[in-house]
Structures are given as C-alpha cells and as structure tokens.
C-alpha cells in the first residue's frame, strides 16, 4: 500500500520493491528474440511478480506459441496496431506497482539489472526514473559494438535533454503515479514518446538518474540503423526539438547545435550513420 507523503514541487511515496515489467510486441517481432527477453526477466536477481506484455495487434503462430510457454504472465490483446506508446499507455494501466521496468521484446535484460534500479530508489526516494548504459551487440552478447552512457545526476539529464534523450528507454524503470499525472505514454510525437514524457516529467519537478553500468544488451543490426535514421524520421525529430523550443525547455542555440546536426546524420546513408552513431555514443 502506497503512503504519500507532500513535498514543495511533487508527491513522492515509500514503497516496498516489489515492481512490474512492462513490455509491448507485435507482429513483426523475432520469437527467438522474444524468448530471450522473456527469459532475461525470468533470471533477474531479484525476481519479478508482475511482467505485462502487450500484444499490440494480431500475432504471429510463432509470436503466440512463445507466449503460451508463460502462463503466469499478463498478456494484454488488442485487436489492431496502434503504435508503442498507445500499448504502452494501456498498459501500465495493468502494471499492479508503483515501481515499473519497461523492456522490449529484443533485448536482453542483465541479470543484476532490477536490483540494481531498485536499490538506486531505495538510496534517492525522490527520484522517480531511473535508467542505465544500453550496450549494442551484434550475433551475441559476447560481441559488444557500442554503448549508449547518459549524464549520471538530475541536472546534468536535465542540461542533456535540452539537445538529446536524457534516458535510454529500453533500461527505463519508472514510478507509475509520475508517469500517469504527466499524461503517461503519448503518440502526438511519433517515434519520440518515450523522450517527450521525460521532459514533461523532468517540467513537472520529477527527478532522475542513470547508472553507469549496462543495465541491458540490445541488438543492433542493419535494420536498426534503417529506422535510426531517414527524410521522414528527420522530420518528425525536428518537429518534436520544435515543441521543445515552443514550451521553452530549449533555446535556438540547442535547436541549432543539437537538433540540426542531428537531423543531418539521419539523412546520411546508413552505413556512414552508423560510423557516426558509433563514435558520439
């Protein structure tokens, strides 16, 4: 049972450790994949009681058949595809604790992972996101090729969202009352929901971490730099960096030197992309 206590800014709460994971798949998703993802939950340290998967969509047999091999599961079916955010909206509304992970279907969770996102709520009971370094691999684990470290404090995250993600989603574990009462999961800003409910979390007061060690190990491949990077994904970066200069979180200086940049290595060809992907993280 939550306790809520009142702050200045926010409404923090004491909790115990329990959590829920949250995770979304659909049709086109890889069922090996989705299996080892599973299963990196299942081995986490300190167990999980509550792991949602929605199924945004018709699935395939293989999709279905993986999912019948875990029947203490939550499985979550919609009729049609709507996008991540909208099955991600819905479901944390399924999610039974405070303290939410979220996890995608291709990704392998460190066996430490949990606990170690814990303990960093248990240390700062004010914060209310915490991630950490994403590591890429390409065939294995054993094959690292790249990571993805973030700025460590709440306001260095804070300085670093003005230009980029302060926060690799697919690490992500969250408190589930923050995230409803900035207005959860959102897809007016397609393929940047997760980056534009930490900003209007960090407007709202709420604080965040990350943690330096890798939390997950996610694939990267030739499709992977297909959907970092394009005209159209250009265009609906720099339509988001645009509400940010609108609510003011940033100014022209971060438009210019952080958005636009950016924009232009997404137009690049992927190959090239992915050298430059490689050496800013």
């Known amino acids: 049972m939550l306790m809520c206590l009142q702050t200045d800014r926010i409404t923090t709460y004491h909790f115990n450790m329990n959590y ?21 939950v299942i081995a986490q340290t300190v167990p999980c009681d509550d792991f949602v998967i929605v199924c945004d969509g018709p699935l395939t047999n293989e999709l279905n058949n993986v999912l ?11 009729e049609q595809n ?12 399924e999610c039974k604790h405070e303290l939410v992970a979220r996890m995608d279907s291709d990704d392998v969770a460190a066996p430490t992972r949990m606990a170690l996102q814990l303990e960093a709520f248990k240390s700062n009971p004010e914060l209310s996101m915490v991630s950490g370094t994403v ?3 390409s065939e294995d684990i054993g094959h690292i090729t ?10 260095a995250i804070r300085a670093f969202s003005r230009k980029r993600n302060p926060f690799n989603h697919p690490s992500m574990m969250f408190k589930k009352s923050a995230v409803l009462s900035s207005g959860n999961y959102d897809e007016t800003y397609h393929l940047f929901e997760d980056y534009y409910l930490w900003v209007r979390m960090l407007m709202a007061g709420y604080k965040g971490a990350n943690l330096e060690e890798t939390l997950v190990y996610m694939r ?57 992907y490689k050496r800013l993280h």
């Open 20 to 40: 829920s994971v949250l995770m979304s798949i659909y049709k086109a998703d890889n069922p090996t994949y989705l299996r080892e993802s599973i299963e990196s």
């Open 68 to 78: 019948s091999n875990y029947p203490t599961i939550n499985i979550i079916r919609y």
């Open 82 to 93: 709507e996008g991540l955010g909208k099955a991600l909206s819905k479901g944390i509304m």
């Open 135 to 137: 590591s890429e691999f």
């Open 146 to 155: 790249g990571a993805r470290k973030l700025p460590l404090t709440d306001d």
């Open 220 to 276: 990267v491949d030739d499709n992977t730099m297909v959907r970092r990077g394009g005209v159209s994904y250009a265009k609906d970066m720099l339509r988001f960096h645009g509400w940010l200069r609108k609510e003011k979180w940033s100014s022209i200086s971060d438009y210019v030197t952080g958005a636009l940049p950016h924009a232009l290595i997404c137009v690049l060809p992927a190959g090239i992309r992915k050298g430059v």
